[in-house]
């Protein structure tokens, strides 16, 4: 009976043991896995980061064109006010001067 208690013991030890030993790995992969976790999403937000500044950088290049041809029509539309001012200018002078007098 004593060596069954003893045989008892020594498979409550050697199990204990194995708990431990399992614990420990438990919580080594644990400590791991946070470990990956935190490297994938910095790659993530670096990944993130460098799309998001290529599509700024897109952005304002697509700006910057549209701005570029807004300008140019703008300038085209200047020019033909001021052409057609300069055309009408002395008639619409003549016309207000008449009207005046008229009055």
Known sequence: MEKV????VEFDRQAQKAVRAAE????????????EKEAL??????????????????KRQEAELELQKLE?????SMKRLEESFRQQERF???EIVKRCRQE
């Open 41 to 58: 999403s910095a790659r993530y937000r670096e990944r993130a980061q460098q799309t998001i500044q290529k599509l700024e950088h897109r």
């Open 24 to 35: 420990e790995r438990s919580a080594s992969e644990r400590a791991r896995i946070v470990q």
């Open 92 to 94: 619409w002078v003549d």
């Open 72 to 76: 140019a029509r703008y300038g085209d």
């Open 5 to 8: 208690i003893l045989e008892l």
